[in-house]
C-alpha cells in the first residue's frame, strides 16, 4: 500500500524545519516528504503511530540516526483517517536495530530459534514470533521491547539474528531478561503462546543456552527457546552478491511455456545457467590466481576482499545452491563450508512456483546434487557433497506459501542485513536473486552514495543483474538502515 498526496495544513519536525502543504509518499517502511524547498526527506517508518487529543493532528514515530517525530496535521478527521491506515500499513519497527558505533549502550541478543511450538488454531498451525524486554523480579519494565519477525507455518523456526536492548542498569544480578512467544492470526487477536523470565547473569556470551518454556493454554507442553548475548560486530564489511545463472523457469518465461513454468516447484539451472555459472568460476580462479590489482582502487580493495572471502552464504532456492557450488567452488575448496540463507531467497509473487521450496534440511542438499549431476559430473558432485552444508535455518519450512507483501520483503531484508552486519565474518559472498537484490538497492542504498552517482543508483533500483553477475558492495553499518555505501558490478556484470 502506497500513497502520495498533498497534505493540507503542515508537517512539522520536531528538531525544528517546518513546510506548509507538502507532498508525503508512504511505501514499503519509508515516508518521504518533498518539501516546497525542493528537498526530499526520507525515514524510516516506525510501528506506532499515536493520536494525539486533538482531532486533526497525528504524530508518527520515524528512525532518522535515532528515534524522533514528525507532526501531522489535517484538514479533516476523514483525511486523518485516512493517512492513519495508511501509516500502520507500512509502518516497520526497527526497535533494537543498532549501529556499530552505538553498540556499547545495548546490551546484544542473539536469538536463534524455538523449538517444539504448539500448534495453536485449528487448523493446526502456528505463526511464532518473539518479543523480549528487560524486567525486575517482579516483572515489572525496564526497557523497550524488542521482537523477532513471525515465521509462518514453523513448529521448530529459527531466526539468527540479533537485537539491542538499552541498557542503563547497574546491577545485573537484579535485572531478568522477559520473553514472550507469541502467534500472529491476522484474522484476529494474536494468541500468547507462553513465557518465561531469564536471570540476566545465566545469560553468557558466544555461548548458546536453552531455556524452556512452560505453555500457558496446553498443560504438560513446553516449548524451548536457544539464546545467547552477541558480541560487537565489526561496522564494515564487504558483500559480494551474486545472482544465479539462468533457471529452467527463466528458459520457460522467455519462451512463454507455462506448462514448463508451472509443471514443478523451485526450478533448476538448464544447461545455459550451468554454463553461466561455471565461466564465472573461470573468472573466480583467475582472480584469485593473479597477483596483479586493478588500478582502480575500490576495484582493487574489491578484488582483494574477494580472495580473503571467510564465507559463502546462498538462497535455500534450487538454482542459487547450484551457482553458489558450481561459479564459488574455488573459494569453497578452501572454506569447505556453505550456508543457506532462507533471508536472501527470491520475493514470492502471485503463483511464483520458481519462489517457492517444497524440500527441508537434507531434502535440499539431495536434490541439488541431484540436479547438477546432471551437467557436473559424479566427481564434482562428490566434492560438493563433501562440503560442510550449514542447514539450520532451513530444517523447517522456509518458505511462503502466499505473496509477500512489499513490507513483509523489507522485514525480511532487515533481517538479512542484521545477519550480515552481526556475522563473525567480514568478507562474505551471497548467491541469490534478481529480484531480492534490486529491493535491497531500492531500500538500503546511503543518501550519499545516492547523491554521488544518482544515475548509477537509479539503474541498480530499476533494472536487474545479469545471470551469474557479481556486485561487490561495501557496507557500512554505522547506519543500519542505510548501510550499502557504494556498490561496484565485476567481471564483466551488467545490468538488463
Given at each position: ?178 520473553v514472550e512467544v507469541w502467534d500472529e492470526d491476522r484474522l484476529s487477536s494474536d494468541d500468547l503462546i507462553a513465557v518465561c523470565l531469564i536471570p540476566w547473569l ?46 529452467v523457469w527463466n528458459q520457460a518465461q522467455a519462451e512463454r511455456d507455462v506448462k514448463k513454468m508451472v509443471r514443478q516447484t523451485d526450478h533448476p539451472l538448464n544447461r545455459q545457467g550451468y554454463q553461466q555459472a561455471d565461466d564465472l568460476r573461470k573468472r573466480v580462479t583467475e582472480a584469485l590466481a593473479s ?206
Amino acid at each position: 500500500m502506497s500513497a502520495a498526496l498533498e497534505i493540507s495544513g503542515l508537517v512539522k519536525r520536531k528538531h525544528g524545519l517546518l513546510y506548509s502543504s507538502s507532498w508525503v509518499d508512504v511505501q514499503q517502511g519509508r515516508l518521504s516528504i518533498a518539501a516546497s524547498k525542493g528537498e526530499t526527506l526520507t525515514y524510516s517508518l516506525q510501528g506506532a503511530v499515536n493520536r494525539p487529543k486533538k482531532q486533526v493532528k497525528l504524530e508518527v514515530r520515524i528512525m532518522e540516526g535515532e528515534e524522533k517525530l514528525l507532526k501531522f496535521q489535517f484538514g479533516d478527521e476523514v483525511e486523518r483517517d485516512r493517512w492513519l491506515q495508511v501509516l500502520e500499513a507500512n509502518s516497520i519497527s526497527t526497535a533494537g536495530i543498532v549501529s556499530a558505533n552505538m553498540q556499547e549502550r545495548y546490551a546484544l541478543i542473539r536469538l536463534q530459534g524455538l523449538t517444539d511450538v504448539p500448534r495453536m488454531d485449528a487448523a493446526g498451525h502456528c505463526d511464532p514470533y518473539v518479543k523480549m524486554w528487560l524486567a525486575n523480579h517482579e516483572g515489572q519494565r525496564l526497557s523497550s521491547s524488542v521482537s523477532w519477525p513471525a515465521r509462518h507455518g514453523c513448529k521448530n523456526p529459527v531466526w539468527n539474528s540479533v537485537r539491542g536492548i538499552e541498557w542503563s542498569h547497574d546491577d545485573a544480578g537484579l535485572i531478568m531478561l522477559q520473553v514472550e512467544v507469541w502467534d500472529e492470526d491476522r484474522l484476529s487477536s494474536d494468541d500468547l503462546i507462553a513465557v518465561c523470565l531469564i536471570p540476566w547473569l545465566d545469560l553468557s556470551e558466544g555461548h548458546m543456552l536453552t531455556f524452556r518454556m512452560p505453555c500457558r493454554r496446553q498443560e504438560r507442553k513446553e516449548c524451548s527457546i536457544s539464546l545467547q548475548l552477541a558480541t560487537a560486530a565489526s561496522a564494515g564489511k564487504w558483500v559480494f552478491l551474486v545472482r544465479h545463472g539462468q533457471s529452467v523457469w527463466n528458459q520457460a518465461q522467455a519462451e512463454r511455456d507455462v506448462k514448463k513454468m508451472v509443471r514443478q516447484t523451485d526450478h533448476p539451472l538448464n544447461r545455459q545457467g550451468y554454463q553461466q555459472a561455471d565461466d564465472l568460476r573461470k573468472r573466480v580462479t583467475e582472480a584469485l590466481a593473479s597477483t596483479d590489482l586493478p588500478e582502480d582502487d575500490y576495484e582493487a580493495s574489491a578484488i582483494a576482499a574477494l580472495r580473503s572471502v571467510e564465507l559463502v552464504c546462498s538462497s535455500p532456492l534450487t538454482r542459487a545452491v547450484e551457482t553458489a557450488l558450481v561459479a564459488m567452488y574455488p573459494l569453497l575448496m578452501r572454506t569447505r563450508y556453505l550456508q543457506l540463507l532462507p533471508n536472501a531467497r527470491e520475493r514470492r509473487n502471485l503463483g511464483g512456483r520458481d519462489s517457492s521450496g517444497d524440500k527441508v534440511g537434507d531434502g535440499i542438499k539431495a536434490r541439488v546434487l541431484r540436479c547438477l549431476e546432471e551437467f557436473a559430473g559424479p566427481q564434482v558432485v562428490e566434492q560438493c557433497a563433501a562440503f560442510t552444508w550449514d542447514m539450520k535455518e532451513v530444517e523447517d519450512k522456509w518458505w511462503d506459501n502466499i505473496p509477500e507483501s512489499a513490507k513483509d520483503v523489507v522485514e525480511r531484508q532487515m533481517e538479512f542485513l542484521n545477519q550480515l552486519q552481526f556475522s563473525a565474518e567480514t568478507n562474505i559472498v551471497v548467491v541469490g536473486h534478481s529480484h531480492f537484490f534490486r529491493e535491497l538497492f531500492r531500500g538500503f542504498l546511503h543518501p550519499s552514495f545516492v547523491s554521488s552517482d544518482p544515475g548509477f543508483c537509479q539503474d541498480l533500483q530499476e533494472r536487474i543483474l545479469c545471470n551469474a553477475g557479481v556486485a561487490a558492495l561495501w557496507m557500512d553499518f554505522h547506519h543500519p538502515l542505510t548501510p550499502i555505501s557504494s556498490v561496484r558490478l565485476l567481471m564483466g556484470t551488467y545490468l538488463v
